[in-house]
């Protein structure tokens, strides 16, 4: 079966819990995620400020090694189908109005989806000011941004397949948690 991001047959990657239970299909786009050289992340002062989806071409600095190896496992566990609550602190380096915003996307449930209409209701907003926020997320995955959509699709998407990863993500997670 072809993946609708890069029109080739998806690579399986093994998942290493300890009763090996099954492997776990992931798109290619998505799965630098899991790299054993993963290192592109942004730390300041205990916190995680920025997760890339691939390695920025600018070098980064050196990562708290306990922040990297913790942001590591949760990845890990997320694409094994354990979705379990981000265990650092996550810091989003932005206006008053994005902290808001990245304040609602950490209380996304997994396999859920809320539109930016109703996000922008809560913050008395409007969509589109919620939309060019959640766009400007730096913590992707890590803030659920994924799970917000539009009042007639998906909207958009800033990882690399853009929609059809938004789409394999939101996918992913309504599949574990049917499990």
Not at 89 to 104: D, E, K, S
Not at 147 to 161: D, E, Y
């Amino acid at each position: 079966m072809q993946h609708p991001v890069d029109k080739s047959d998806r690579p399986r990657l093994q998942g290493n819990d300890p009763d090996q239970r099954q492997w776990q299909e992931v798109p290619p786009a998505l799965q630098p995620l899991l790299s054993a050289d993963f290192r592109a992340i942004r730390c300041q002062k205990g916190s995680v400020t920025a997760l890339y989806w691939q390695p920025p071409s600018d070098p980064l600095p050196e990562v708290d090694p306990g922040l990297l190896q913790a942001v590591r496992a949760w990845l890990a566990d997320y694409f094994r189908g354990h979705f379990r609550p981000v265990p650092v602190a996550l810091f989003w380096p932005g206006t008053p109005f994005q902290q808001r915003v990245a304040a609602l996307l950490a209380t996304i449930p997994p396999g859920k989806t809320v539109r930016y209409g109703e996000l922008a209701q809560r913050l008395e907003s409007a969509p589109r000011a919620v939309g060019q926020a959640v766009a400007a997320n730096p913590l992707p995955l890590l803030l659920p941004c994924h799970r917000v959509v539009g009042a007639t699709g998906l909207g958009g998407f800033s990882a690399p397949g853009g929609i059809a990863s938004k789409q394999w993500l939101l996918d992913w997670e309504r599949q574990q948690g049917n499990k």
